[in-house]
């Protein structure tokens, strides 16, 4: 199944790092947290990814150009310009990246992708959360129910979007609310086609109109994810997550 990864934004509350580079290219364990999203899906075959693009566009780009090259070691013999890799990166996906504007939201960023996309339904994840979610149990929960949209649920800190969850029907959908019940937005959803058509374009949020107008029509359920999941939001969020890592804990890791 294709995933669109959501990788335009400013990361404005990472700026120790995104003046220079975009949000989704911030490293842990020396990979862009881009890298480590794509391993997730990657981990449960699937391969086939589409990147939407916006805040220094070129930079992400670049990376996957000369992806082999940037993770390989390497001969080069300056005499004939031969180059002889002395160990190939594993990964054998097919990455798309697709600029959606710089000042594009995310709803409008998924509106443009539709194009890639087409007619069936598809993954869409943000380029700046890990989980050790099972992407097959995800997909075959999204399967049985027969609705329009699934996001998985969390159970992180504050400061993120809201879902109260009725016998896994999400009952409303609420963008960073002050109290509640203590499930919230976690990405990695799976979305029918049909989606596309709550999206009026650029200036859409798709956290607000699109998925709350979902959850009107009773069309978004809930995958409850009570597992690992961390977004790198903050200096302070990287830094742990590079802890994490570095220490052997990254339970996303695969």
Known sequence: MKAILLAGGFGTRLSEYTEAIP??????????ILWHIMRTYAHFGHKD???????KA???????????SLNADFTV???????SP????????????VHTGLESMTGGRVKRMQ???GNEPFMLTYGDGVADIDINALLKFHRSHGKMVTVTAVHPGARFGELLIENEKVASFQEKPQMGQGWINGGYFVIQPEFFDLITDDTTILERQPLEQAARMGELMAYRHDGFWHCMDTKRDRDELEELWQSGDAVWRV
Do not use: N
Request: glycine share 8%; no cysteine.
């Open 49 to 55: 990814f589409y990147v939407a693009l916006g805040y």
């Open 77 to 83: 013999d300056l005499a004939t310009g031969a180059v």
């Open 86 to 97: 002395h160990q190939i990166d594993d990964a054998d996906w097919r990455v798309t990246l």
């Open 58 to 68: 070129e930079l992400i780009k670049e990376y996957f150009l000369h992806y082999r």
């Open 115 to 117: 194009s890639f996309i």
């Open 23 to 32: 949000k989704p290219m911030v490293t842990v364990g020396g990979r862009p």
